[in-house]
């Protein structure tokens, strides 16, 4: 493999992503690699089990037990799959837990909204999407050769303004939006949806499990799931497994397997995995303490840090520091972690270019005395990281002052 030289265009394409990218960095890595190991008494919070039963003894032994009754199963596409098999079990019991009529299970949540997505709209057909959508929605736009038409974050008048200016198509949101921990204004997007006849895709990715009436998620919590046409989810959050979910009507349940390119041409989620899933869903269900820990946490956190200074502009269990600069943040996620705190570093394309940010993903199980230290770390390091001259501090003082003189 030594020997073997690449063509010039993707030479010079390697090339730019080590001297853009890597060269930069004081360690020569990725900016989401930092320099320390974790210790016994790190806090990893990096991780979306927020309800913090991904190593829950009901789903290890679910896994393992159909593993040795029956392996892998049958590894084929979904598509030839028929009868009771433990994928349609599964499927009716989160479409039950979800209030839909049916769900379909797919190789992971990326795969759910590329394929679905796919399966919804024609070449140049409008689809109006948040700028702040998973990039696994703005990808199944492309899939479909539609015309991508992006709307202002969370901003319902100016999503009708690009209906009107563009007509009737579908619309793709996040309930909680995966970067900043910002809740979609759902309601408002549903009537928007229905006053224009567009259909509406909600991804409870982040929300599904933390949110609603037994975890059923936050458009359940609204009151909303029989007026929207899809949800869609990852189960490697709340779920912590590898798969993902559509859920939808019976009649497009009968559709989407035979015109959905992933569907079509990946191999089905195995069983012991559907089973671990299926001891998942059970767990979630019963979860209402995790559910209101995680929440009383989260805001712990979020009012702590507003008031430290950051400019925090999370509603959810996803506690964001907008660093800006990736050479900000290449500093804040160093003293972080020299303190024993692992957060995730989102950076470009994850984000716009100079909108880096450290995510604090917030679990049910940390202690008063973590989120304490947490508070105490981030108080610390304000000042050695700059926190005064980040354009997101400027921004949070210049709103305050706006408000005040209001």
């Known amino acids: 493999m030594k020997n073997i030289k690449f063509p010039n265009f993707l030479e010079d394409r390697i090339n730019k992503f080590y ?10 890595k990725h900016l989401v690699l930092g320099n ?3 210790q016994p008494d790190s806090l990893i919070l990096y991780n979306n089990d927020y309800l913090s039963i991904g190593n829950h003894k009901d789903i290890v032994d679910a896994q393992i037990k159909t593993l040795e009754s029956s392996g892998n199963g049958v590894v084929m596409s979904g598509v030839f799959m028929q009868g009771d098999c433990p994928k349609k079990i ?19 949540g990326y795969v759910a909204n590329i394929g679905l997505i796919q399966s919804l709209v024609s070449k140049d057909m409008p689809v109006y999407i948040d700028f702040s959508a998973h990039t696994s929605l703005w990808e199944g736009i492309r899939a479909a050769d539609a015309k991508t038409v992006p709307f202002l974050h969370n901003d319902p008048k100016h999503l009708e303004r690009v209906i009107k200016q563009n007509g009737q198509g579908l619309i793709l949101i996040d309930s909680l939006y995966s970067v900043m921990g910002t809740i979609a204004p759902i309601k408002e ?13 909600v991804d409870e990715s982040h929300s599904l499990g933390t949110h609603g009436k037994n975890g059923a998620g936050l458009v359940n919590e609204l009151g909303l799931t029989d007026r929207i046409h899809f949800i869609t989810a990852s ?7 590898r798969a993902g979910i559509v859920t939808c009507s019976k009649r497009f349940a009968g559709y989407f397997p035979f015109v959905s390119y992933p569907a079509i041409f990946s191999s089905v989620v195995l069983n012991h995995e559907i089973e671990g899933l299926r001891a998942t869903l059970k767990i979630i269900r019963n979860s209402d303490e995790a559910r209101k820990k995680l929440k009383e946490n989260s805001e712990y956190i979020r009012e702590n840090l507003d008031l430290i200074g950051y400019n925090i502009e999370s509603e959810s269990h996803i506690v964001s520091i907008e660093s800006g600069l990736e050479a900000d943040t290449e500093i804040l996620r160093d003293e972080l972690e020299k303190r024993g705190v692992f957060g995730a570093v989102f950076c470009s394309p994850a984000t716009p270019k100079n909108r880096s940010v450290i995510r604090l993903s917030i679990n049910s199980s940390l202690t008063k005395a973590d989120l ?5 770390v981030c108080e610390e390091i304000k000042d050695i990281v700059g926190m005064k001259n980040w354009r997101s501090t400027k921004k949070k003082i210049n709103k305050s002052s706006n408000t005040t003189l209001t």
């Open 235 to 241: 189960l490697a959050k709340v779920f912590a497994g």
């Open 372 to 376: 304490d230290r947490i508070i105490r």
């Open 189 to 201: 997007i549903v009537e928007i949806s229905e006053k224009y006849d567009c259909i509406l895709v």
């Open 90 to 108: 599964f499927e009716d019991e989160l479409a039950n837990f979800v209030g839909h009529e049916s769900a379909i299970l797919c190789q992971s």
């Open 19 to 28: 001297e853009d990218i890597i060269h930069p960095r004081k360690n020569k």
């Open 36 to 38: 320390e190991i974790l």
